[in-house]
């Protein structure tokens, strides 16, 4: 079993959908909560960042981490044609940079 | 954007041929990362440095050797490439203060035929 689970898609939305995008996780020890974004041929970017449990809110997106249940979330409010990429989770323990990746899950919205 | 310059971009070898890849930064980052990125897999650690002459092994860093002689440039060889080893290879940066400041370079494009 993977540490990190993550359902790989595809996923596809019209225009202004909200998306909810998830990961699952074994490791009761991860603290940091990443999700990232990629494009096609491109690097990852870092889209948002939590520590701990609980929500962020950034514009259209929202992270929740659910640590009882060892389940974070990314929403997408409004979602637009220009939000079609790969999204990563991501996680890590205390005070350590290095990261467990999920999958992928690649989202298409179409107009 | 992070200034992370990976080189070459794209790349085909041969089997069994030495291959090295370059990640420049020019953010004075302490820490560096290589990852391999496949299908079904995600992105994997491969290894990662946090100072010069200071590096250590990820979870996927067999075939692969790292060097990290100034802060800027952190290098991956392959030793002697197999066809296992054609994926995207992605170098990141961190300043070590948490998750939050990872940042991605663009990816090198590795083909070994």
């Known amino acids: 079993q993977k540490e990190v689970e993550q359902d790989p898609g595809p996923l596809s939305v019209p225009e202004g959908a909200i998306v909810s995008l998830n990961c699952t996780y074994s490791n009761s020890a991860f603290q940091y909560f990443m999700w990232y974004r990629q494009y096609s041929r491109k690097g990852p970017e870092l889209l948002m960042y939590?520590?701990?449990?609980g929500n962020k809110e950034d514009g259209r997106f929202t992270a929740q981490v659910d640590k009882s249940s060892k389940y974070i979330s990314l929403f997408i409010r409004d979602s637009q044609p220009s939000d079609s990429a790969t999204y990563l989770c991501?996680?890590?323990?205390?005070?350590?940079?290095?990261?467990?990746f999920g999958t992928g899950t690649r989202l298409q919205v179409f107009p | 954007d992070a200034g992370i310059t990976q080189s070459p971009r794209h790349k085909v070898t041969e089997t069994g041929t030495p291959v090295t890849l370059r990640c420049h930064q020019t953010?004075?980052?302490?820490?560096m990362y290589w990852y391999r990125q496949d299908p079904g897999h995600g992105l994997r650690l491969i290894h990662y440095?946090?100072?010069?002459?200071?590096?250590d092994k990820g979870e996927v860093s067999d075939g692969y050797s790292v060097s990290r002689s100034k802060t800027e440039d952190f290098l991956l060889t392959l030793e002697s490439a197999t066809s296992s080893q054609t994926s995207v290879y992605f170098c990141a940066i961190s300043d070590g203060a948490g998750g939050n400041t990872i940042y991605f370079g663009e990816g090198s494009w590795l083909t070994v035929v």
């Open positions: 939590t520590y701990s449990s």
């Open positions: 440095s946090y100072g010069v002459k200071d590096t």
């Open positions: 991501a996680m890590s323990l205390y005070n350590t940079d290095k990261l467990i």
């Open positions: 953010e004075n980052h302490r820490y």
